[in-house]
């Protein structure tokens, strides 16, 4: 086995396709859960637009949901100790389900 193909330490190699690795736009999350996983819905909201489309969904076992949340609390602490605060727009208190960028009341999906 040559040298390139050696996977040190037994580190995971992820790829993506070029299409993936485009990325899709989404400024807004629904996120809901059963007993057995965490679901959420990213979509697009544009103003004087009826409907926001959902880009992409992912679909994760609770485990991997906590590991994605502390994840992305270590990756803001990160980024605000680099650039500082990141500060949002409208302080509203969280209903825990969604993440709207626009404060238009919540759809049904």
Avoid: W
Avoid at 68 to 74: I, T, V, Y
């Amino acid at each position: 086995m040559d040298s390139a193909n050696k996977n040190p330490g037994n580190q995971l190699q992820i790829e993506i396709t070029q299409e993936i690795a485009q990325g899709c736009y989404a400024n807004l999350a629904i996120i809901s859960h059963s007993h057995a996983e965490f679901i959420v819905d990213f979509a697009r909201m544009l103003p004087g637009m009826p409907k926001a489309p959902v880009v992409s969904r992912i679909v994760l076992a609770p485990e991997h949901a906590k590991r994605l949340l502390n994840a992305l609390q270590e990756n803001v602490r990160n980024y605000e100790q680099q650039f500082g605060r990141i500060q949002l727009i409208e302080e509203t208190p969280p209903t825990g389900s969604t993440a709207n960028p626009f404060g238009i009341p919540q759809g049904n999906a």
